[in-house]
């Protein structure tokens, strides 16, 4: 499985930013996608997930109301619709492809993309 993570950048407070993780190799639409973000000095951390089949999506409290996560199945494409950017979003951003387990540790996933940067000044 390759992810390929796009679309981050340098964006000012309040902006909007969507990423894009294209999946190539042998998906699994068995389990699903995340996203999680990783800035300088902290712990990666959850960022959003789902299903490839539907059903719930699951946000960070940190993000709800502001991001979305979507997806194109016949594209094997997630996004990541980030809106009202704050600094504190600033970090790499990570996807990856789910095994099991729960959906917010990074540990249940075990396909990863190559991180795609977004900066939010202030």
């Known amino acids: 499985v390759q992810l390929q993570a796009s679309g981050g950048g340098l964006v000012q407070a309040g902006g909007s930013l969507r990423l894009s993780c294209a999946a190539s190799?042998?998906?699994?639409?068995?389990?699903?996608m995340g996203w999680f973000r990783q800035a300088p000095g902290k712990e990666r951390e959850f960022v959003a997930g789902?299903?490839?089949?539907?059903?719930?999506?699951y946000y960070a409290d940190s993000v709800k109301g502001r991001f979305t996560m979507s997806r194109d199945n016949a594209k094997n494409t997630v996004y990541l619709q980030m809106n009202s950017l704050k600094p504190e979003d600033t970090a790499v951003y990570y996807c990856?492809?789910?095994?099991?387990?729960?959906?917010?540790?990074?540990?249940?996933?075990?396909?990863w993309g190559q991180g795609t940067q977004v900066t939010v000044s202030s």
């Open positions: 789902f299903s490839w089949s539907g059903g719930t999506t």
């Open positions: 190799g042998r998906t699994d639409s068995n389990y699903g």
């Open positions: 990856a492809q789910r095994r099991g387990g729960s959906y917010y540790g990074a540990d249940s996933y075990g396909y």
